[in-house]
């Protein structure tokens, strides 16, 4: 692939823009201080890289958290030197994160876990969900032609990066915004220092004596531009992104494998997909936590990819100068990897004192940094699950294109575990049938599954799992899962117990189940699952937003099968907070009931008995409806739940007459049941009821159509 | 010191169950000498964490980390005689 890099913009501890922080992380300078927005009293480590200054905007609309706030200022910075407006071109914007307004709304949440009566829509929890970054962006800078957010723990910033350049090579936006953005909270401050993973000296990365890493926050983002859409509005860039890999581990929630492997074999896909060898690879800007597994796996991982070249390419961790910034660090890292190649100057490890005999193999940046030739540059970043993504840069037009044309997208099997009961393949057709008799699809000791296996997973990830197994995952599949806001319900009970309790008696295991792409990292882990895993927070949409990334990700050739579709598990917060506060942005109001469930689809280039001819996102049904492909034959609209709006959108289309289904009475009311309509839509297809079915999902300011048809030749 | 060895060992053996969420292992099962992690229980560095947090809850000891914290943990047994030969920290 050959993607323009025409804009960056950087925020975080060591400084608020690319010319005050790349200067500063090129000669090593460190942005780690005591920390200031909240008491550490009690924890293992008192220091953090924050952003000094930070202040979100405060006005009559929605609330703007500091995660939201670095992210504007970052995307900003990049949109200024791309020369870049997205109101006169069609521009996408996909945000990465972890931890949204979480900052914001620790407190609240605090006191609704200890309080039922305060489970109330309060407008203060519309900054609560990763989404909400999105919302802020598209308000302050948009509109956009689509946007989205997704979470792959600490690797979130780079899959932005990935899935900007599937949507490039797509040709379904001229530029698109990507980055990542994690404002510094007591959740995840707590949960690591809880998992004894944080130095309480400045981090260390690849030195002998490192004890773990230094919380930071911050966000990244750069504008990617086709080049020869860039080259024909006269833009200027310097370096390209020309390589993705993205593997799972799929060994473990916290640690990462100690061999490597899947490390490596991201590096080594991500060289492959640029056509490039380990002897052209100049610098590494690796993930470098300083915590002792990371870096003795990294180094071993480069070792295996990189093989008798490894002692050739610089390597450097930044971290131990802006601090790990979670959700960000993959965009921020990949930014100063482009900038590295740009100026030909790699960055040191602020740091690294005395090299660890067990990253010793490597070609270490010497103190101070180092002019040197960098014509290409690897950026790593692994999550939390295990998820590896590397991304490769290099300097403009040093790379061919070899770019493959858009590839069909089948789906091979679908299931669903929700009160409806375990579903496989051609049963999902039930879910738009009313069933009255509801059933618990995980029920019994471990919900039926192994429970040596199963003990870490909560209940979302246990409906995953039921639902990915059911339809057929491969272990060389990915996984990924619409999941709206996270496990809120859990999040308040950690920061509840952190205020009654202090920070020694947090429960450490508990702490990997609140990232939001928890549930998919455990199905990846369970069923064994190599590919790209990771949720996508979307509202009540997220089930259809989750299936839209995949679909872009496999016709793009940046995967080759993905279970795809949502987990939502039961949450009392969502049922009586959040899902009303965002219902009455639309001017609706909705019930409190809230039901849970679980539903996937395998896409894949393999060819299945239906095809996913068609995706199209917007900013509503109205807006959408005229553009989706007409039904082939006899066809069906399934939707979550039907309104009024859907037959106005509907209306002077070709889908106009076709019957109308829900899976609201089969399942409940949750944010994933678009996830169900895909799998019943499927399902209705494969048997023969219908020759096309169309799956149309709207929450507030987003709208997915997604196309399935009987596959012909 | 009213509690006996014996009853000591029981409530570890829940909570060990408990904590860590071994749905259909019956705690008497768990043999008293018997290694808890690698080849034992099978249980990791992550089960170290949340035992040692319940531990320190429940008892007021606290399990430090390191090699201390190896033979802490090395079974129930080991587990019993540290938290009876450690002060409480409350």
Redesign the interface.
């Known amino acids: 692939m050959r993607v323009a890099l025409t804009g960056y913009g950087i925020v975080c501890a060591v400084g608020r823009s690319v010319a005050e922080a790349w200067p500063r992380l090129a000669r090593g300078e460190r942005g780690i201080g005591a920390v200031t927005l909240f008491d550490t009293s009690g924890q293992r480590a008192s220091i953090a890289a924050e952003v000094k200054g930070i202040v979100p905007p405060r006005g009559e609309g929605a609330p703007w958290s500091r995660s939201d706030a670095m992210a504007l200022e970052a995307a900003r910075e990049a949109l200024a030197l791309a020369g870049l407006d997205p109101k006169t071109r069609r521009v996408g914007l996909i945000v990465g994160g972890t931890t949204g307004g979480m900052y914001e709304t620790e407190g609240l949440l605090a006191r609704m876990h200890a309080d039922a009566a305060q489970r109330v829509p309060n407008p203060e929890m519309l900054a609560h969900p990763l989404s909400a970054t999105s919302d802020r962006l598209v308000a302050a800078l948009g509109p956009f032609a689509r946007a989205r957010t997704l979470c792959s723990a600490c690797s979130s910033g780079a899959n932005a990066f990935a899935l900007g350049a599937a949507w490039l090579q797509l040709g379904v936006v001229d530029a698109v915004v990507v980055g990542g953005t994690d404002g510094l909270c007591r959740l995840t401050y707590t949960g690591f220092n ?3 993973a944080v130095d309480p000296e400045p981090a260390r990365p690849f030195d002998a004596h490192r004890r773990g890493l230094t919380i930071g926050e911050g966000a990244g983002f750069a504008v990617l531009e086709r080049p020869a859409v860039a080259e024909a509005r006269g833009a200027q860039w310097d370096v390209e992104l020309v390589g993705v890999g993205i593997t799972s581990e799929a060994h ?4 990462p494998s100690e061999d490597g492997a899947l490390a490596a074999r991201a590096i080594e896909r991500a060289l492959s997909s640029a056509g490039l060898s380990p002897a052209d690879v100049d610098y590494v800007n690796a993930h470098g936590t300083a915590t002792p597994l990371n870096d003795a796996m990294e180094s071993r991982a480069l070792t295996t990819a990189l093989g008798e070249h490894v002692g050739r390419a610089w390597v450097s961790s930044t971290k131990g100068a802006m601090g790990h910034t979670l959700g960000a660090a993959g965009a921020i890292e990949a930014i100063v990897a482009a900038l590295a190649v740009r100026d030909s100057k790699v960055p040191p490890t602020a740091g690294l004192e005395e090299i660890d005999p067990k990253c010793a193999g490597l070609r270490h940046v010497p103190k101070g940094g180092a002019d040197a030739t960098v014509n290409v540059a690897l950026s790593n970043s692994f999550g939390f699950g295990g998820v590896d993504t590397v991304l490769a840069l290099a300097r403009r037009g040093s790379v061919r294109d070899r770019a493959p044309g858009e590839r069909r997208v089948f789906v091979t099997g679908a299931g669903s575990a929700s009160s409806a009961g375990a579903l496989r393949g051609v049963e999902n057709a039930r879910l738009t049938e009313p069933r009255p008799d509801a059933v618990d699809p995980v029920a019994g ?2 919900g039926g599954l192994d ?2 296996r ?3 997973l909560d209940r979302a990830a246990r409906l995953g799992v039921v639902a990915a197994s059911l339809a057929g995952a491969q272990p060389e599949d990915g996984v990924v899962m619409g999941s709206s806001y996270g496990d809120a319900d859990g999040s308040a009970s950690f920061l509840a117990r952190l205020l009654e ?1 202090g920070p ?6 508990e702490f ?1 189940n609140l990232v939001p792409s928890s549930p998919t990292g455990h199905v990846s882990i369970y069923l064994g699952l190599h590919g790209p895993a990771l949720s996508v927070a979307d509202l009540s949409t997220s089930g259809e937003a989750a299936l839209a990334t995949a679909f872009d990700f496999i016709a793009s050739a940046a995967a080759e099968s993905i279970v795809a579709g949502s987990i939502e598990g039961p949450s009392d917060i969502a049922a009586n907070c959040l899902a009303p506060a965002f219902r009455a942005l639309e001017g609706k109001t909705r019930p409190s009931d809230r039901s849970e469930g679980s539903a996937a689809a395998r896409l894949s280039t393999e060819r299945g008995p239906v095809e996913l001819i068609d995706v199209v996102q917007g900013e509503s049904a109205a807006a959408i409806a005229s553009q989706v492909k007409a039904p082939r034959g006899k066809a069906m609209v399934i939707v979550a739940e039907r309104s009024d709006d859907l037959g106005a959108a509907l209306s002077g289309t070709a889908w106009s007459d076709c019957e109308v289904r829900d899976v609201v009475a089969a399942v409940g009311r949750h944010e994933g049941l678009g996830g169900f309509a895909f799998a019943a839509a499927a399902a209705l297809v494969e048997r023969g009821d219908v020759e096309s079915a169309l799956v149309l999902g709207s929450s507030a300011g987003r709208s997915y159509a997604l196309v399935l048809a009987r596959s012909k030749d | 010191m009213s509690r006996t060895r014996e009853t000591l060992r029981t409530e570890l053996k829940a909570l060990i169950v408990r ?7 019956d705690p008497a099962s768990i043999v008293d000498d018997a290694p808890l992690f690698g080849e034992g229980l ?1 249980l ?4 170290a ?2 035992l040692a ?2 531990i ?2 429940q008892y007021g000891v606290r399990i430090p ?1 390191g090699p201390d914290g190896r033979t802490a943990f090395r079974s129930v047994d080991a587990l019993a005689e540290w938290i009876e030969t450690h002060p409480a920290t409350k």
């Open positions: 809880a998992l004894g473990h929630i916290t640690n000791p471990a429970p040596a199963a003990r870490r309790k020694r008696l947090v429960p450490p295991a990997p | 904590e860590l969420n071994l749905e259909g292992r099978g990791d560095s992550l089960d964490l949340q947090m319940s320190e809850e980390e």
